[in-house]
T-cell receptor, first 112, second 116 residues
C-alpha cells in the first residue's frame, strides 16, 4: 500500500520569500512522485515529476523538488514566491501498478 | 492532440436524480482515474480503470456510485439517487500506463456537480 502525507494544510509566505511545501510518502516499491498545482476553479497541472532519474527535479515556474529516500520525502521548494503562485498544491505517489494516490493538499497564500 | 476531456463542466441535479459524468482520455491512454474534491478538502481517489476493467475501486462509496471504461467510448462515472453531499468537483485523469515512465497523469478540467 502507498500513501502520501502533506504536512501542512496551509502555508503563507510573503512575495519574494522562499516557499517550502512538505511531502512525505510511504510506498512498498520505488515510487514515482509528482507535484500538481491547482489554481482556483481550474484543473490540475503537473509541476514536476520524479521517476528514478536525478533526485533533484526541476519543474515549471521555478519550482523544484528533491527526492530523499532515507527521509521518504519529496518537498517542493521555490527560492522566491510570486503572487501568481497562490494555489493548492498536491503531492502524488504512484507505484509500479500506476495507482496514483494524492496527499490532502497544501494551500499556498502569497502576501504582497 | 486534445487533452483529457470531461463533460459536462457543470452539472446541476435535484436530489434523487442520476448524474453521469464523462471522461475521454488522451489519445493513446488506456488508464483512467477518477478523483473527487469536496469543498475545503483535498483530492480523494475514487477508482482506477483500464479498458473494460476496474483495477482499484477502493475509494468508491459502496452504494450509488459506479464507474466503467468500455472498449469504445468515454469512461463514465455514474451517481444514482444523488444527495446534497455528492456536490463536489470530480476530476478525471488518464495515463499511458505500462511502466514507471508512463505514470504521469494528465487531468481534465473537472465536472462540478451541484445537487439542489
Amino acid at each position: 500500500a502507498q500513501s502520501v502525507t502533506q504536512l501542512d494544510s496551509h502555508v503563507s509566505v510573503s512575495e519574494g520569500t522562499p516557499v517550502l511545501l512538505r511531502c512525505n510518502y510511504s510506498s512498498s516499491y520505488s515510487p514515482s512522485l509528482f507535484w500538481y498545482v491547482q489554481h482556483p476553479n481550474k484543473g490540475l497541472q503537473l509541476l514536476l515529476k520524479y521517476t528514478s532519474a536525478a533526485t533533484l527535479v526541476k519543474g515549471i515556474n521555478g519550482f523544484e523538488a528533491e527526492f530523499k529516500k532515507s527521509e521518504t520525502s519529496f518537498h517542493l521548494t521555490k527560492p522566491s514566491a510570486h503572487m501568481s503562485d497562490a494555489a493548492e498544491y498536491f503531492c502524488v505517489v504512484s507505484d509500479n501498478n500506476n495507482d496514483m494516490r494524492f496527499g490532502a493538499g497544501t494551500r499556498l497564500t502569497v502576501k504582497p | 492532440n486534445a487533452g483529457v476531456m470531461q463533460n459536462p463542466r457543470h452539472l446541476v441535479r435535484r436530489r434523487g436524480q442520476e448524474a453521469r459524468l464523462r471522461c475521454s482520455p488522451m489519445k493513446g491512454h488506456s488508464h483512467v482515474y477518477w478523483y473527487r474534491q469536496l469543498p475545503e478538502e483535498g483530492l480523494k481517489f475514487m477508482v482506477y480503470l483500464q479498458k473494460e476493467n476496474i483495477i482499484d475501486e477502493s475509494g468508491m462509496p459502496k452504494e450509488r456510485f459506479s464507474a466503467e471504461f468500455p472498449k469504445e467510448g468515454p469512461s463514465i462515472l455514474r451517481i444514482q439517487q444523488v444527495v446534497r453531499g455528492d456536490s463536489a468537483a470530480y476530476f478525471c485523469a488518464s495515463s499511458k500506463g505500462g511502466g514507471r515512465m508512463n505514470t504521469e497523469a494528465f487531468f481534465g478540467q473537472g465536472t462540478r456537480l451541484t445537487v439542489v
